[in-house]
């Protein structure tokens, strides 16, 4: 409800004219059809996390792409990262 909210909130005060949704959530369709119908110049995209798929949104989206998971790999921070403060973050070993 929040990201369907915001993105409603976004077009209607003229702050974007593309909205990129990281998600696989049916839950958003309304949010899309709603964005379509009274923003039609917007652009929708739908970015699919790893094994995630909706047909649904991939029809009511302009652009959809899927994340291949090389691409997670790709972009993980250092092992440990450490934060400006000092504190060192280490990645779970199941990553």
Request: hydrophobic share 40%; proline share 6%.
């Amino acid at each position: 409800m929040a990201i369907a909210a915001k993105l409603l909130e976004l077009l209607h005060n003229n702050k974007c004219d593309t909205i990129v949704l990281v998600t696989g959530d049916t839950d958003l369709a309304p949010a899309i059809k709603t964005a379509k119908t009274l923003f039609p110049r917007t652009t929708i995209v739908c970015l699919f996390p790893y094994k995630r798929h909706n047909d649904e949104l991939a029809k009511l989206s302009h652009i959809h792409i899927k994340i291949k998971a090389e691409t997670y790999t790709k972009h993980q921070l250092a092992d440990p990262f450490e934060l400006p403060d000092g504190t060192r973050i280490s990645k779970p070993q199941s990553w």
